[in-house]
């Protein structure tokens, strides 16, 4: 186990990864409830401080680096993917985090979370989605709904929203999760797993912006709401959700989810979730209500990919074995010189 600062041979604990930096987020923001879980889990990881590593754009999320005792770089507008990809070509053997938000991840970043996505970096990516420009004052952004008024769409958004975890499936993400700022036990949960998986985990993160975007999420922070719409996902169950005296479940008409009662259909014409099935986690990310329930927790899992790293490594070996260690030097002067005079 790592040890803390000062005092050798002691376990971490959740007070050695705060800063000393004053948390300068709205009050009742849902950041502070990520923030002290993922300040929880760190002592669990298992890894000295000086090898973990969070990585932002810009953003309120963006300010994750500045309250987390580890390394941290707080980079520009949506280019947190490229510099975590440098960093782990550079640095393998760092844990890095990168943390982003619907606005710098899927507008300006988009290109750039494409791309660390299907390169299976071995990165974690935490995007809270609060569907809503919170640092510039209310502006839409690219997953607030359609129709959505706001400072910069008086009228209505004319946009239609992008969903996160369909982004993530189709770009070749190999975890791709989605959990919510309240219900702290599952974010814990969820955080856990994807910081553990190799390669590129996407985890959405479900977050309030209560001074710009209250209760965006409030179909499951209502309780009975929640009750009736919230599907929580396990590896080879029954997508059941609803409450115990009226429950309902998933099946599959073709490629089109249908919601049935679960009294009224034998129990093998459920569609059971499989994390290793990226066509149904497409089909899972496309969910929302009323029309159906909004599934948690992980969408897909892929296990032993290799990682862009490991490629760019191996390559590495191969030319090295080949032709020698490289000079600079000799490079620079080679092909086609001349002098100036």
């Given amino acids: 186990m790592s040890t803390a600062t000062g005092t050798p041979g002691a376990p971490y604990t959740k007070k050695d990864f705060e800063s000393d930096q004053d948390v300068r987020w709205c009050p009742g923001c849902g950041d502070y409830a990520i923030l002290s879980v993922v300040q929880?889990?760190?002592?669990?990881?298992?890894?000295?401080?000086?090898?973990?590593?969070?990585?932002?754009?810009?953003?309120?999320?963006?300010?994750?680096?500045?309250?987390?005792?580890?390394y941290?770089?707080?980079?520009?507008?949506?280019?947190?993917?490229?510099?975590?990809?440098?960093?782990?070509?550079?640095?393998?053997?760092?844990?890095?985090?990168?943390?982003?938000g619907d606005g710098d991840g899927l507008s300006i970043g988009g290109n750039h979370l494409l791309h660390v996505l299907r390169r299976n970096v071995d990165v974690t990516i935490l995007l809270f989605n609060n569907r809503i420009y919170g640092l510039t004052k209310g502006q839409y952004s690219p997953t607030s709904e359609l129709g959505k008024v706001t400072k910069s769409t008086p009228a209505g958004s004319a946009d239609r929203p992008v969903s996160p975890c369909a982004f993530a499936v189709t770009a070749g993400a190999s975890l791709v999760a989605r959990t919510v700022d309240r219900n702290v036990a599952h974010m814990e949960a969820i955080l856990r797993r994807a910081s553990g998986h190799r390669g590129a985990a996407f985890v959405e993160i479900l977050q309030n912006c209560n001074v710009y975007n209250d209760k965006a999420w409030n179909v499951l922070y209502d309780r009975e709401s929640k009750t009736l719409h919230e599907l929580r996902l396990e590896h080879g169950k029954p997508l059941t959700f609803g409450p115990a005296d009226d429950r309902r479940g998933l099946t599959l008409d073709g490629l089109r989810p249908r919601v049935?009662?679960?009294?009224?259909?034998?129990?093998?014409?459920?569609?059971?979730?499989?994390?290793?099935?990226?066509?149904?986690?497409?089909?899972?990310?496309?969910?929302?209500?009323?029309?159906?329930?909004?599934?948690?927790?992980?969408?897909?899992?892929?296990?032993?990919?290799?990682?862009?790293?490991?490629?760019?490594?191996?390559?590495?070996?191969?030319?090295?074995?080949?032709?020698?260690?490289?000079?600079?030097?000799?490079?620079?002067?080679?092909?086609?010189?001349?002098?100036?005079?």
């Fill in 260 to 341: 049935v009662k679960v009294g009224e259909v034998p129990e093998s014409a459920l569609w059971r979730h499989d994390e290793g099935d990226a066509a149904a986690a497409f089909l899972l990310s496309q969910m929302w209500a009323p029309e159906c329930p909004v599934p948690i927790g992980t969408l897909l899992a892929r296990q032993g990919e290799a990682t862009y790293e490991d490629l760019i490594i191996d390559q590495e070996q191969r030319a090295v074995s080949d032709r020698g260690p490289g000079d600079i030097a000799k490079l620079l002067l080679s092909g086609d010189t001349w002098k100036i005079g």
């Fill in 72 to 100: 941290g770089f707080h980079t520009i507008h949506g280019r947190a993917p490229a510099i975590a990809t440098g960093l782990k070509l550079a640095r393998p053997e760092l844990k890095v985090f990168v943390v982003t």
């Fill in 40 to 70: 929880k889990l760190m002592p669990d990881l298992g890894i000295a401080r000086e090898n973990i590593v969070f990585v932002s754009g810009i953003g309120c999320s963006s300010r994750f680096p500045y309250y987390m005792n580890t």
